[in-house]
């Protein structure tokens, strides 16, 4: 079966698939709908556990003085030692048992949904402190990723945001897991600290060479056959983003994001990212699990940019606002509407030059 919305009478050749959580269309789908976050004032954790990774983001948390700023907020902080090996959502749940109230983190996406997962299954208010070096997470909290420090406000003059926790299996995560191409981004060395461009090295060759378990993905009336990348986001990322690099709307919609990819070519793949066009791309917005099956007993994924591996089929999910995050009343907040990243740029330039390379290897 080629993308498309099965059994519903839609037009098959149309990529793209809106929901609306407020009204069903004629195929059955939803349309989405943005409505703003309610927050509210947060304060009285009295027992406040942060944990610190001091290698993330090439050592902000060092940089920023966090573990010390923490301390002086009342906070018991404990630092992630690289050397033993150790599960964070061990220490957090240890935490908890010892009498926590409030758990928080300092680092990447990775770790942050570790221990929000501890957290949301707590009923624990949640802090996020942006050491890492790309923390989505925190850009759509509205954080301000160039001063992590300023995230601590939380513990003192804080509001509380009610959030959506995406699942994939049995675990947790914030932004996205990926399968396929996406997922091999991920796996790649270089991928920690070049994101954009290995992204723009590897996707076109990747999607062109067919490589790994062939993939299904079921959602609702939704079934695409043998896509080459999938990503499924907490929210759905801005429409006009190939590549999970925008922001997202909002992360109270109930709703999971659904972007799948296949191309024949590699210079196809690049003129996509470079032109936003929608040809070979299918997206979903929806409240239904997404289940992914592969034709291999595990997969490898890419979970909030970690890489690690699942078992099949891998039903994703969303759990609406089940998680208490707290930031500080005062914080950059939500971008103007039309704003980009400023990677953005450079990935659509960049697929620029993949484009023209393999044109001139294959004239």
């Known amino acids: 079966m080629g993308d498309g919305a099965a059994g519903c009478g839609c037009d098959r050749g149309s990529p793209v698939v809106a929901l609306d959580v407020r009204r069903a269309d004629a195929c059955g789908l939803w349309v989405r709908a943005v409505t703003e976050s309610a927050s509210r004032p947060a304060t009285g954790a009295r027992r406040p556990y942060l944990i610190v990774n001091p290698r993330s983001g ?4 060092s940089r920023f003085r966090i573990a010390e700023r923490a301390r002086a907020f009342g906070a018991q902080v404990f630092l992630i ?12 749940r240890r935490a ?3 009498g926590a109230d409030l758990l928080g983190v300092a680092g990447g996406d990775g770790t942050q949904a570790l221990v929000a997962e501890v957290a949301a299954a707590s009923g624990l208010p949640f802090v996020v402190i942006p050491v890492g070096s790309r923390n989505h997470f925190a850009m759509d909290l ?18 509380e945001l009610r959030v ?4 994939a299996g049995e675990r947790a995560f914030v932004n996205n897991v990926s399968f396929g191409a996406y997922a091999a981004l991920v796996q790649d060395p270089a991928y920690r600290e070049d994101k954009i461009g290995t992204m723009v090295r590897i996707l076109p060759e990747f999607l062109a060479r067919h490589e790994g378990p062939e993939l299904l993905v079921r959602a609702g009336l939704l079934t695409v056959d043998r896509p080459d990348a999938v990503l499924v986001s907490n929210n759905p990322y801005q429409l006009d983003d190939p590549a999970g690099l925008d922001r997202r709307a909002q992360l109270d919609s109930g709703l999971l994001g659904v972007l799948t990819a296949r191309a024949e070519t590699p210079a196809e793949t690049a003129a996509r990212l470079r032109s936003g066009q929608t040809h070979g ?8 699990d997404v289940v992914i099956h592969a034709d291999a007993p595990v997969v490898p994924v890419g979970l909030d940019g970690e890489a690690v591996t699942l078992r099949t089929p891998v039903r994703c999910r969303i759990s609406p606002r089940t998680l208490r995050v707290w930031v500080p009343r005062h914080r950059p907040g939500v971008a103007p509407t039309g704003w980009r990243p ?3 740029a450079v990935v659509q330039r960049a697929a620029s030059l993949v484009g023209r390379s393999h044109r001139r290897h294959t004239d």
């Open 281 to 288: 791309l299918t997206r979903l917005a929806t409240p239904d």
């Open 81 to 92: 030692d690289h050397s033993l090996p150790q599960d964070l959502a061990t220490v957090a």
């Open 342 to 344: 400023p990677g953005w």
């Open 96 to 98: 908890v048992d010892d």
């Open 164 to 167: 959506d926790l995406g699942y």
């Open 58 to 61: 090439g050592g902000k948390a």
């Open 142 to 159: 509205g954080l301000d990723r160039d001063d992590p420090s300023a995230a601590l406000e939380a513990l003192r003059d804080g509001v």
